[in-house]
């Protein structure tokens, strides 16, 4: 037998945890060692109780053979937690899949500045532009986009980064060979062809209510950071920010109207200091350093600007910063966003060491940067880190 079929086995045991998976594997070298073990050997893997190893005096492989005839029929690729070619970006998350199934070709992503777009299915017109927008730039300027290739936003943001010309992968909650939703058969194509579509349940899998939380995971696993383009008040996307903040990846959202249900997600991430995304290289040059061969700054905004703003041209040299007058007070600042601003300096700052430093309460603070980060007076950087964009006069 095939040391994949043993792979197989050990994913397709009912009532097996995946938690409980990665525990044998981490006990026993092989799925195969797992398969010959001795019951009692079983009994030591750490956190094992009797009755799930009693699951796995089942050694019946009729599933295994059948799944891999059908990647065979289907040209789906299988890898394994333990392959060369499984992203270690994924294997450390707290809990990878045991093995991902692949129609195209997956992008090498520890290489990658890969980012997440995700949002709400019942997305509004200004939410499927700020996707599609954000998708062309992040693709434009070098970036692998991942989405979860739903209907809504997910969609929106992988056309834009296809009409790019740019490497894409969705994760789904249902088999590679399986289209949800149905009107996304071409994009499926398209996105195999560019990239890869991903899942961790095997061909033939329809889709699932369980599966999609589960397997946001993957896409914020995946990915150095997470945008969330809309979202209401309870959203499938909230939960992929949610586990990218545990998983230490950056969380950057789009602002949308302080009255629109769709965005209250995204406003409330802001507010509790996920980063702007107005377009692709507010999130791109957080990691510009980390990748200076893959990322580029131009193409990032030739869609019109989401919010009206009039778009930087990025290929000029860097202008001098301008200067705003504290006295005059001509933008009608508060006190906390003076404050800030005579706090802050060129050098980002920590906004636990402003909130330290000026003695303003976490959420004043919080709400004030936002603030100042859309009027362009301070800039945001990694690690939620501040730096004053402007020159003060008294």
Same mark, same amino acid.
């Given at each position: 037998?095939?040391?994949?079929?043993? @792979?197989? @086995?050990?994913?397709?045991?009912?009532?097996?945890?995946?938690?409980?998976?990665?525990?044998?594997?981490?006990?026993?070298?092989?799925?195969?060692?797992?398969?010959?073990?001795?019951?009692?050997?079983?009994?030591?893997?750490?956190? &094992?109780?009797?009755?799930?190893?009693? !699951?796995?005096?089942?050694?019946? +492989?009729?599933?295994? =053979?059948?799944? !891999?005839? =059908?990647?065979?029929?289907?040209?789906?690729? &299988? $890898?394994?937690?333990?392959?060369?070619?499984?992203?270690?970006?994924?294997?450390?998350?707290?809990? %990878?899949?045991? #093995?991902?199934?692949?129609?195209?070709?997956?992008?090498?992503?520890?290489?990658?500045?890969?980012?997440?777009?995700?949002?709400?299915?019942? +997305?509004?017109?200004?939410?499927?532009?700020?996707?599609?927008? $954000?998708?062309?730039?992040?693709?434009?300027?070098?970036?692998?986009?991942?989405?979860?290739?739903?209907?809504? &936003? =997910?969609?929106?943001?992988?056309?834009?980064?296809?009409?790019?010309?740019?490497?894409?992968?969705?994760?789904?909650?249902?088999?590679?060979?399986?289209?949800?939703? %149905?009107?996304?058969?071409?994009?499926?194509?398209?996105?195999?062809?560019?990239?890869?579509?991903?899942?961790?349940?095997?061909?033939?899998?329809?889709?699932?209510?369980?599966?999609?939380?589960?397997?946001?995971?993957?896409?914020?696993?995946?990915?150095?950071?997470?945008?969330?383009?809309?979202?209401?008040?309870?959203?499938?996307?909230?939960?992929?920010?949610?586990?990218?903040?545990?998983?230490?990846?950056?969380?950057?959202?789009?602002?949308?109207?302080?009255?629109? %249900?769709?965005?209250?997600? +995204?406003?409330? #991430?802001?507010?509790?200091?996920?980063?702007?995304?107005?377009?692709? @290289?507010?999130?791109?040059?957080?990691?510009?350093?980390?990748?200076?061969?893959?990322?580029?700054?131009?193409?990032?905004?030739?869609?019109?600007?989401? #919010?009206?703003?009039?778009?930087?041209?990025?290929?000029?040299?860097?202008?001098?910063?301008?200067?705003?007058?504290?006295?005059?007070?001509?933008?009608?600042?508060?006190? =906390?966003? &003076?404050?800030?601003?005579?706090?802050?300096?060129?050098?980002?700052?920590?906004?636990?060491? #402003?909130?330290?430093?000026?003695?303003?309460?976490?959420?004043?603070?919080?709400?004030? !940067?936002?603030?100042?980060?859309?009027?362009?007076?301070?800039?945001?950087?990694?690690?939620?880190?501040?730096?004053?964009?402007?020159?003060?006069?008294?």
């Amino acid at each position: 037998m095939s040391a994949l079929k043993y @792979w197989l @086995w050990l994913t397709e045991l009912p009532g097996l945890t995946n938690q409980t998976r990665l525990a044998l594997l981490r006990h026993f070298p092989t799925p195969e060692d797992v398969y010959y073990a001795d019951p009692d050997e079983v009994l030591l893997t750490e956190g &094992i109780t009797r009755e799930q190893a009693a !699951l796995l005096e089942n050694k019946d +492989c009729a599933a295994a =053979d059948r799944i !891999l005839a =059908d990647c065979q029929r289907l040209d789906v690729d &299988i $890898l394994t937690l333990q392959d060369a070619g499984y992203p270690n970006r994924l294997r450390n998350i707290y809990d %990878p899949p045991c #093995l991902l199934y692949v129609r195209g070709r997956l992008p090498a992503f520890d290489d990658e500045a890969a980012v997440a777009v995700v949002g709400t299915r019942n +997305c509004t017109p200004y939410g499927v532009s700020c996707a599609e927008k $954000l998708g062309h730039g992040l693709a434009a300027g070098g970036a692998v986009v991942v989405s979860g290739l739903a209907r809504g &936003i =997910d969609s929106a943001a992988l056309r834009g980064a296809l009409r790019a010309g740019g490497t894409v992968a969705a994760v789904l909650g249902n088999g590679t060979d399986v289209i949800y939703p %149905p009107e996304n058969q071409y994009l499926y194509e398209d996105v195999a062809a560019a990239g890869a579509l991903v899942s961790e349940y095997p061909p033939g899998t329809p889709p699932d209510g369980r599966h999609f939380p589960v397997r946001n995971r993957i896409i914020s696993g995946l990915s150095l950071a997470a945008l969330v383009v809309e979202a209401p008040e309870r959203s499938g996307a909230l939960i992929t920010a949610g586990t990218a903040l545990e998983q230490g990846r950056d969380v950057f959202a789009v602002p949308g109207p302080i009255d629109a %249900p769709a965005s209250v997600g +995204c406003n409330r #991430l802001i507010r509790d200091g996920a980063g702007l995304a107005s377009d692709a @290289w507010d999130i791109l040059r957080e990691y510009e350093a980390r990748f200076p061969d893959k990322l580029r700054r131009e193409g990032t905004q030739d869609s019109p600007p989401v #919010l009206g703003y009039q778009a930087r041209q990025k290929t000029e040299p860097k202008p001098v910063a301008p200067s705003v007058s504290l006295s005059h007070n001509d933008l009608s600042l508060t006190d =906390d966003q &003076i404050c800030l601003l005579r706090t802050l300096t060129e050098e980002p700052m920590l906004a636990d060491d #402003l909130i330290e430093l000026t003695g303003i309460p976490t959420r004043r603070v919080l709400s004030a !940067l936002t603030v100042l980060e859309i009027e362009h007076l301070v800039t945001q950087h990694s690690g939620k880190r501040y730096a004053r964009a402007v020159n003060l006069t008294e």
